[in-house]
């Protein structure tokens, strides 16, 4: 299986960011702005928004003379001994985070071995997950996280799942047509998130954007009930700027 991998916002937010993170990590003794920029060369305005993300996010700590400082949740990712655990814990508090900045269930899928999966969500009472009424390995042509997913790999690779699964309606909404399906996803550009707008679950609208990190294809989803469509598009964009620090916990 190839990837069909164009680098979108986060995907660049994330590299500049670990770019920052090395530098502080060969500075045990600090760092500060002035020579991250200098070593980097990152604009001061990009700058500033990174280090406020990697201390909003535990990465980086400024001491008392200004510089900065690798933090916690870097020292704990980087460890082998626990790293497994870190990251499941790290993405966890990520997520939660997400969804109660945006007020909607929020979800990141990976595609597995062929199969669409759910790696981890958040939700609560007031932003409750879609009830998956139908496996979700089977209903990627109908999913915001499924076509996110199938549309970062190559037409082979979207082929030989659509031939593994076949493709249901589950509403008036679902696409069936093989067709139909593949050329909207060979012509969806990568920077444009994917919806489910009652294709999988009558009274559900979705979006995911992706998340694919080096090899693993990945996405970031969000849920929200028919009567609050009306915010898709403004959660979907909090999504997207929302998926930058999920890359990154995953790159280091």
């Given at each position: 299986m190839a990837l069909k991998h164009e680098p979108t916002a986060p995907y660049h937010s994330a590299q500049d960011a670990l770019r920052v993170l090395e530098t502080v990590a060969r500075h045990t003794a600090g760092v500060t702005d002035v020579e991250l920029a200098r070593t980097t060369?990152?604009?001061?305005?990009?700058?500033?928004?990174?280090?406020?993300?990697?201390?909003?996010?535990?990465y980086v700590e400024q001491v008392a003379d200004g510089a900065y400082v690798t933090g916690a949740a870097l020292t704990?990712?980087?460890?082998?001994?626990?790293?497994?655990?870190?990251?499941?814990d790290k993405l966890q508090h990520t997520l939660d985070e997400l969804r109660d900045s945006i007020g909607a269930a929020v979800y990141i899928s990976r595609y597995v071995?062929?199969?669409?999966?759910?790696?981890?969500?958040?939700d609560g009472p007031a932003t409750p997950?879609?009830?998956?009424?139908?496996?979700?390995?089977?209903?990627?042509?109908?999913?915001?996280?499924?076509?996110?997913l199938l549309s970062q790999l190559d037409h082979n690779g979207r082929r030989d799942h659509l031939s593994r699964h076949r493709m249901t309606r589950l509403t008036s909404r679902t696409i069936t047509n093989d067709k139909l399906l593949l050329s909207r996803l060979e012509a969806q550009p990568p920077t444009v998130p994917h919806l489910d707008l009652q294709e999988y679950a009558v009274g559900t609208v979705c979006a995911?954007?992706?998340?694919?990190?080096?090899?693993?294809?990945?996405?970031l989803a969000l849920s929200l009930p028919l009567d609050q469509a009306h915010r898709l598009r403004q959660a979907?964009?909090?999504?997207?700027?929302?998926?930058?620090?999920?890359?990154?916990?995953?790159?280091?």
């Open positions: 060369g990152l604009a001061p305005e990009r700058l500033t928004a990174l280090l406020r993300m990697l201390r909003r996010e535990g704990r990712l980087s460890s082998a001994h626990d790293r497994d655990e870190a990251l499941r071995d062929g199969e669409v999966t759910i790696a981890q969500y958040a997950a879609v009830n998956e009424w139908v496996d979700f390995r089977s209903s990627a042509h109908a999913t915001a996280l499924g076509k996110s995911a954007v992706p998340i694919t990190a080096g090899s693993s294809v990945g996405c979907t964009d909090r999504l997207n700027r929302g998926a930058a620090p999920v890359l990154l916990s995953l790159a280091i």
